[in-house]
């Protein structure tokens, strides 16, 4: 099992920045890769972006590249999402993942967080 705990979310205004983090327990975090997820109302949940357990492999969404960081602290059990150049369509709930084989697709994760809002202001 593998507890994932998100933090950083909050309401900021366009042409902003958030950074995420996803703190992982449970069992050992490295060996996972891990995925950023969103969604927002009214609409399915959407892949944003993943890394591979050694940091080597690295996905982004269209519509996020160029603007967000996806990263991981091994020795911290810890991700991040560093989002930069905030739009108000990136608003959504925001959730990491953890799965034993890097993936775009929702289904491919085992273990979710709770989520952390993110409201980017027009």
């Known amino acids: 099992q593998v507890q994932l705990v998100e933090s950083g979310g909050g309401l900021v205004q366009a042409g902003g920045s958030l950074r995420l983090s996803c703190a992982a327990s449970g069992r050992t975090f490295s060996s996972y890769a891990m995925g950023w997820f969103r969604q927002a109302p009214g609409k399915e949940r959407e892949f944003v972006a993943a890394i591979s357990w050694s940091g080597g492999g690295i996905y982004y969404a269209d519509s996020v590249k160029g603007r967000f960081t996806i990263s991981r602290d091994n020795a911290k059990n810890t991700g991040y999402l560093q989002m930069n150049s905030l739009k108000p369509e990136d608003t959504a709930v925001y959730y990491c993942?953890?799965?034993?084989?890097?993936?775009?697709?929702?289904?491919?994760?085992?273990?979710w967080g709770q989520g952390t809002q993110v409201t980017v202001s027009s």
């Open positions: 993942a953890a799965t034993s084989t890097i993936s775009r697709l929702p289904q491919g994760y085992a273990y």
